[in-house]
């Protein structure tokens, strides 16, 4: 892809991620302002990928990338489902740094939830690493870092916004789960 377009695409979408998150960058403290940074360095990472998307489609790096790409969209496709069945959405919850799905009144504690507290997140972990072994460079690695330690930034403060709102039930939940991927992290 032209370096032109590439230029275009990040600035019409970063215009697009500061327009979501204007309220949540007035307060560092909130998870969403990290969020705008992760989903900064994920555009970055695709954008540097894009031209190896499709280079030597069989190769280990390339096969890993897709099961990392898949396993990213069914933990965000499980997540919104189960966050639109069981966590009782109200608008109403009006907290800054909450975007739409976000406004959740109910603790959501069953399916990809049950094993992990952020599915979300964890989907935008799988999905950097993913876009990350599509073409493995210094600048690619760097951002994967950069964004993986953003998320567990941004879980930690989503944490302790959940735990003002739900209290003890969240805290019981922390025990019982892993923040990212089950067993493990």
């Not at 307060?27 to 555009?43: A, C, K, M, N």
């Not at 280990?60 to 069914?74: A, D, E, H, N, Y």
């Not at 690493?129 to 403060?157: C, E, H, P, Q, Y």
């Amino acid at each position: 892809m032209p370096s032109i377009y590439k230029v275009i695409i990040f600035v019409i979408v970063t215009i697009g991620i500061l327009w979501v998150s204007r309220s949540s960058l007035r307060d560092p403290q909130s998870h969403g302002f990290y969020r705008t940074f992760v989903f900064e360095s994920i555009l970055i990472l695709f954008l540097l990928a894009v031209d190896a998307w499709f280079v030597e489609p069989f190769s280990p790096p390339q096969i890993i990338s897709r099961v990392f790409l898949i396993i990213s969209l069914v933990l965000i496709i499980q997540g919104v489902r189960l966050f639109r069945e069981k966590g009782k959405i109200n608008q109403e919850r009006n907290e800054p740094a909450l975007v739409g799905i976000e406004r959740t009144t109910e603790l959501v504690t069953t399916g990809v939830y049950k094993y992990i507290r952020h599915p979300f997140y964890s989907s935008l972990l799988f999905l950097g690493w993913g876009i990350l072994l599509k073409d493995v460079n210094w600048i690619s690695i760097f951002l994967a870092v950069i964004t993986t330690a953003l998320l567990v930034v941004m879980a930690r403060k989503e944490e302790s916004e959940n735990l003002r709102y739900f209290d003890e039930k969240y805290q019981v939940y922390m025990q019982k789960t892993k923040m990212f991927i089950p067993t493990i992290f």
